[in-house]
């Protein structure tokens, strides 16, 4: 497991934005603490991770799961979009 601690990427940034590219993960700490995660990402994955952590997309997946198990409706792309703005 890769760590920086936060003074670190303030001052070497690029070194540790490089070494998520080589390693993986790094996991950052402030005072030794577990704060935050630098994930790397490549071009195709980026619209993939932003949908995987937005709490109205999830929601709107698992209320659309809930929904078709019980027989409910089934939504179109379009139309799950349509529902999202309106919220």
């Avoid at 993960?25 to 994955?45: Q, R, S």
């Avoid at 709490?55 to 799950?80: D, F, H, N, Q, W």
Wanted: proline fraction near 2%; glycine fraction near 10%.
């Amino acid at each position: 497991m890769v760590t920086a601690g936060i003074r670190e990427l303030k001052n070497k940034t690029r070194e540790v934005l490089g070494k998520a590219q080589k390693e993986g993960v790094v996991i950052l700490t402030n005072h030794g603490k577990t704060c935050a995660a630098i994930v790397p990402l490549k071009e195709e994955d980026v619209e993939d991770f932003l949908a995987a952590h937005n709490p109205r997309i999830k929601s709107a997946v698992l209320k659309g799961m809930k929904s078709t198990s019980g027989g409910g409706r089934v939504y179109t792309a379009e139309e799950l979009l349509e529902e999202l703005d309106k919220e």
